[in-house]
């Protein structure tokens, strides 16, 4: 089973790109970037040449002993024992974060040899080009890759539902049938959130105990990943972050606070295991921005944030938050003060590329999610996790900018009450139709 990711349209776009330059897949561990490029080298080129540095470490040397572009392909031909041809053969250099090498690589191909069609991926690529020394800036182009959106997942489980989303104007509210059986799917896809090989293990069986199984070892397999790749020095403190995040995620003020890690903690002791969590994927930083003016990153404090995970199924587990907590509907997200809510709704945001989600407070008077750059426009987000939809926070927030859009979502049918937009949490995917 594979459920067909919307980045596949990127990466064809890529290859039609005259001007194409080597590719950078980044994506955190097991958001499905090798079966991603896999089935993209089966259905759009002759064949696929596909080379794994973790499998197959003694690739390295290749890379070490030459930077000629057109002798590396030779060999790896030979290695392959299939011609690797221009243009017409993708190849994959798949967890390449083990060799930088092959990483600098990339700047010689798109110098030497551009006619050939290299695609890098690896689950810790960001933390990779945080170590190296030299990056081949301006020498190629990247696709980031998150976890399955729920649209993505109701285009594969229920295509005529998906279909009629696509043409929906969103002007209007949703049928009450087509709501409920929209967000009956969504009930199945948040149970074990969007990590591709959880999801459809799910889809296809329906045994939620062996995927409960499998969401506990794949955070075991991110633990283990903490001690093989982060400084000897962070291992410890990563591991007491990554087990706080419930705990942070569960507060009525959700700003990171060290002290909920270890108590006596300071931020110069975390700040280098938080920033590894980070550029690795498995957390997204939110930081506090009360000056909602164009660009927003001018003024972001950089000392204030929130954290978010990458998959709200892994929260959950993370949490031991029971699953019969999202079989119901009307209970979605009712559970942890509504903080998965806000989790999905980051992920979605970001997955849309939203670039760098905010959060804005008014002097302790009130505090809203999210605020995003759309162009030149900022819109403010309010995320509520069930059909009480009262808000003080987006009153005020209203009331000083008068925004020319605000959104809030909800598990109310869609509503629009002057500048205001209501939207089905579940539609958070369709967020850039909407504004």
């Known amino acids: 089973m594979f459920i067909k990711r919307f980045a596949e349209k990127e990466l064809i776009s890529w290859k039609a790109d005259p001007y194409r330059k080597p ?54 031909s030979i290695i392959t024992g299939k011609e690797i041809q221009k243009r017409e ?63 993505e997942f109701l285009a594969f489980y229920k295509p005529k539902l998906f279909s009629f989303i696509e043409a929906f104007d969103f002007k209007e509210k949703l049928p009450e049938l087509l709501f409920s059986q929209i967000q009956e799917v969504f009930v199945l896809y948040s149970q074990f959130g969007g990590m591709p090989e959880i999801l459809e293990f799910y889809s296809s069986t329906l045994d939620a105990e062996k995927a409960e199984h499998m969401l506990r ?22 591991h007491l972050i990554w087990e706080s995040l419930p705990s942070q995620l569960a507060k009525e003020n959700k700003k990171f606070l060290y002290q909920y890690v270890k108590e006596g903690a300071r931020a110069r002791e975390f700040e280098d295991a938080l920033n590894w969590l980070n550029r690795s994927g498995l957390v997204h930083k939110v930081y506090l921005n009360k000056s909602p003016r164009l660009p927003l990153s001018a003024y972001d404090e950089l000392s204030t944030f929130k954290i978010y995970g990458l998959d709200i199924g892994l929260i959950r587990s993370l949490a031991r938050l029971p699953r019969r907590s999202f079989l119901e509907p009307h209970q979605l997200f009712m559970e942890f003060k509504g903080s ?46 069930g059909i009480n939809v009262r808000s003080r926070s ?4 209203q009331k000083i900018y008068e925004p020319e859009k605000a959104i809030r979502f909800s598990l109310q049918n869609i509503q629009h009450q002057e500048n205001l937009v209501n939207i089905p949490i579940f539609l958070a995917d369709w967020l850039k139709r909407v504004i």
């Not at 987006?394 to 927030?397: D, I, P």
Request: charged content about 20%; aromatic content about 12%; proline content about 4%.
């Open 394 to 397: 987006l009153s005020e927030y």
């Open 89 to 151: 053969t993708l190849i994959v250099l798949d967890e390449i974060q083990e060799c930088i090498p092959a990483l600098s690589f990339l700047k010689y191909v798109q110098e030497q040899a551009n006619e050939f069609v290299v695609v890098a991926a690896g689950s810790l690529l960001g933390v990779s080009m945080g170590k190296m020394s030299t990056f081949p800036v301006g020498k190629v182009d990247f696709i980031s890759l998150y976890p399955i959106q729920f649209a």
């Open 217 to 238: 070892n794949l955070l075991a397999t991110y633990a283990m990943d903490f001690s093989k790749h982060a400084d000897t020095k962070d291992i410890p403190r990563i």
């Open 340 to 385: 998965l809510a806000e989790n999905y709704v980051l992920q979605s945001l970001v997955a849309q590329g939203f670039d760098s989600p905010r959060y804005w407070t008014s002097n302790g008077k009130a505090e809203l999610d999210f605020i995003i750059q759309n162009g030149e426009k900022i819109i403010p987000i309010e995320v509520k996790s």
């Open 23 to 76: 590719l950078i897949l980044n994506g955190a561990r097991q958001v499905g970037k090798t079966s991603l490029l896999k089935h993209f080298g089966q259905n759009h080129f002759k064949n696929t040449a596909y080379f794994n540095f973790e499998q197959e470490p003694q690739l390295a040397e290749l890379f070490e002993k030459t930077k000629d572009a057109n002798r590396i392909f030779e060999q790896l």
